[in-house]
Each structure stands twice: as C-alpha cells, then as structure tokens.
C-alpha cells in the first residue's frame, strides 16, 4: 500500500509540473507575441522625401502590399550623376494614399511623403522599413 501511495504522489507531483511548465510557456508565447505586435506599430524615426514616383506596384502571393521607390533627384558629381532611388512601403490602412500615389506616378507630378520607420515587422507588412502615412502636393 505504501509503495502505491508513493507512487500516486509522484505521478500527482510530476503532472502538477508538466501543467505548470506548459501554461508557463503559453504564458510567455503570448506576452513576447503581444510583445512583438506592439514593437512593429511604434515607429523608430518620421520624417519626409520629396520626389517624383518612379515605381508603384502592389506584390505579394498572399499578402498583398503596396510597395514603390521615389526619385528624390540626382547625386553625384556633374558627368557622373545618379539618381537616388528610395524605396517604400504604403501603410495599408488607407487606401486613398495608394491612389495619389498612382495618380502621381502616371502624371509626373513632385510629391512630399511622409513616413514612419520601423526596424521591427512581420513579412507580411512590406518589403521595406519604411511606411508611408501621408502624401502631399510638394513644389
């Protein structure tokens, strides 16, 4: 009988482990995910680039973004210039930018974009680091 009540209390004891352990390793899944949701929504740096959009498309298999590069102008010595192409990512939640962007695009017109860097997101926010909020008329 002892033998029997020793072994029910082990049994007991290392369940009452294997149930912490597992709700410890939730606990901290869930908190480092929150975590991590909260990081990509907090911007590292704003600011603004003036140019003309030279790129627009939207990518993507299944999660779709729209992605574009500005031409903020030439760098570089005379006869040796280059353009200084910057690439962005359009922040989803308002699709009235993506269409002054495209209209933007296929007139030529000069825009000021403001954006919001972000060091931390998920694969499915963009391609790039840096969101744009805003578009206005630059000029």
Do not use: C
């Amino acid at each position: 009988m002892a033998f029997n009540d020793q072994l029910n209390s082990a049994k007991q004891s290392t369940m009452t482990f294997f149930r912490r352990l597992f709700i410890g390793i939730v606990v901290l899944a869930v908190l480092g995910l929150l975590l991590g949701f909260l990081a990509t929504k907090v911007p590292y740096s704003e600011g603004e680039r003036a140019g003309v959009v030279s790129k627009f498309s939207r990518k993507g298999y299944i999660f779709k973004t729209d992605e574009g590069e500005l031409n903020v102008g030439a760098q570089g010595q005379v006869g040796n210039m280059a353009n200084n192409l910057w690439a962005f990512t359009v922040d989803s939640d308002d699709p009235a930018i993506s269409k002054k962007l495209e209209d933007a695009m296929l007139t030529g017109r000069r825009l000021r974009l403001h954006y919001e860097q972000r060091y931390l997101k998920f694969f499915w926010m963009g391609d790039t680091e840096y969101f744009v909020t805003r578009v206005d008329e630059a000029p």
